[in-house]
């Protein structure tokens, strides 16, 4: 896949929003993991669903949410691997050193919250076909539809690529025709 020079500067812009946190937020804080979170009982049932055995988290930012505890009725679960029950969590980035290493190889499904509208614009569809070939049967996305709080340090919003539902919806059509065997779930914060 090719991507623009814009696309790798904004990965630049990231590491720097990891390591130096923002004006408002610590390192720690800033891309903790969290947008994970309110989506993690939908994903675990579309993982029982298709039988997944391993998951690509593609943008887990920090994991807090995956190294964490869960409690689920009166079952702890020791983190995500645990609570979703899949062998596989590949945990992957660029923004992130312990995790900046592309998958190498295809796991049963993408999850993918909070990062397409981070995307350059000429870069979404490249990105996009990017997590379909890494994926055996299914993708969850979640993409923001307005603005972001952040900002990078140039006084750009860190949301680069603002589109609402139906025309994220019209861009995933084209998808779901291109790889109809691999289920497509899309949802939104807006």
């Known amino acids: 896949m090719f991507f623009s020079d814009e696309y790798f500067k ?9 390591s130096s946190g923002t004006t408002k ?11 994970l979170v309110e989506w993690i009982p939908e994903i675990y049932s579309i993982i ?11 943008g887990c930012e920090k994991t807090l949410v995956h190294k964490g505890k869960i409690q689920s009725g009166q ?8 609570f979703w029950a899949v062998e596989n969590i590949t945990l992957y980035d660029p923004g992130v050193k312990e995790f900046n290493n592309y998958p190498k190889k295809k ?7 909070d990062v397409l509208e981070h995307i350059p ?11 379909y070939s890494l994926s055996k049967k299914f993708i969850f996305l979640v ?7 952040k900002l990078f340090e140039d006084g750009r919003n860190i ?15 084209e998808f779901k025709n291109k790889y109809p065997k691999i289920q497509t779930v899309l949802r939104f914060n807006e």
Not at 10 to 18: D, G, M, P, S, V
Not at 25 to 35: D, E, I, K, V
């Open 10 to 18: 904004t990965i630049e812009l990231y590491k720097n929003l990891h």
């Open 143 to 149: 993409v923001a539809t307005i603005p972001a709080s």
């Open 75 to 82: 079952k702890t679960y020791s983190g995500l691997k645990e």
């Open 25 to 35: 937020l610590s390192p720690q804080n800033t891309f903790a993991g969290y947008s």
């Open 121 to 131: 614009t000429k870069d979404i569809f490249h990105f996009i076909d990017g997590l």
């Open 159 to 173: 949301h680069l690529t603002l589109k609402n539902a139906d025309e994220w919806n019209i861009i995933f059509n």
């Open 48 to 58: 029982k669903i298709n039988k997944a055995n391993s998951i690509i988290d593609f």
């Open 107 to 113: 796991s049963d499904g993408v999850i993918c919250t």
